[in-house]
């Protein structure tokens, strides 16, 4: 992996495992179509809900890769969310995360509400997500969650794999 410079991210109260995790409406991407949808209509399970900064960064990128690898949206529904549109969802979609959706919001808000936005340096009113990922039951209990503290950081996949044969078993 490339050398990058590692920048501390300030503290945030963020969703944690045994908390259940707020509800939001936003557009839902699939590699077809988009629509208006709830989480709550879409965990009916097991659900990985993954946060990524925009799409084309090498974060979402490696985290869809991870995806993939590990074979999740084989096993549970995964979902990812952040800033960017659905167009450029559509185009992600399009070339790696089979079977994944991913939830629009340009405006943050979810984002916001989860604990996870994460001012870009330099860039007055742009925000993203950090990366964060969370293991949903079907009544939306946190089972699992990880949180980057640095940029950038990558979750523990081994550890991912550990909590969903945990909810599976």
Known sequence: MPDFDVVSLPET?????GDTAPDFTR???????????????VVDGPTLLVF???DGAFQ???????????????????????VSTPYAH???????????????DPGAGVIEEYGLAHDIDGM???????PAVFLLDG???VEYAWVASDHPEF????????????LLD
């Open 52 to 54: 990524h900064p925009m």
């Open 90 to 104: 559509k185009r992600l979609l399009g070339e790696r995360a089979d079977g994944v959706r991913i939830f629009s």
């Open 13 to 17: 109260d963020h969703v944690a495992e």
């Open 60 to 82: 979402a990128t490696y985290l869809y890769n991870t995806v993939d690898e590990h074979g999740w949206a084989d096993d549970l529904d995964v979902v990812g969310l952040s």
């Open 155 to 166: 979750p523990d996949a081994e550890a991912i794999d550990a909590a969903v044969d945990d």
């Open 27 to 41: 557009p839902l991407v699939d590699a077809e179509y988009w629509e208006d949808r709830s989480l709550d209509s």
């Open 124 to 130: 007055t009113g742009i925000t993203e997500t950090r």
């Open 139 to 141: 009544d939306r209990s």
